[in-house]
């Protein structure tokens, strides 16, 4: 589990780099698909992974808003703060945690019961899929997206 935890944020800190030659129209164009423009989709993978976390973790979780992180290095930023407390969380997970329940309030008064395992697994899925979102998009603006592979990152060896 850890290892595609590290994959994410290694391929996540790659996209945050190839953002850097986009201007700032195209970072926040709205899209077709995902949560709307290429910026808010990283803010978007930020902010789920870090609520997430917290959740099962029984901590409060809060919104952030869009509207105050419109650039790259804002979100770089924002990622850089929740990114401690999501690694070290990430980085002491053991089996004896897989299944651990976690109950999840839904809007019409239910509850939803998972494991963290579940929620763990879902937080890393969420991830992949909006960087392939982001591929699609790159290759509509004519540029090359951020390998995917896992094959040659060294990531075994972490």
Known sequence: MQLLFHYNWLIRDEWYSWCEDLTEEELLKNRTGGVGSILQTLFH???VEWSWIRLIQGKEDFQENFDDYKSISKVRELDARFHK?????????????????????QSDGSHLTDTWGEVMRHIIAHEIHHIGQLSVWAREIGKKPISANFIGRGLGTH
């Open 45 to 47: 993978i930020v902010d």
């Open 85 to 105: 407390e999501v690694e070290e969380f990430v980085n002491n997970w053991d089996e004896n945690m897989e299944s651990n329940k976690f109950y999840d309030l």
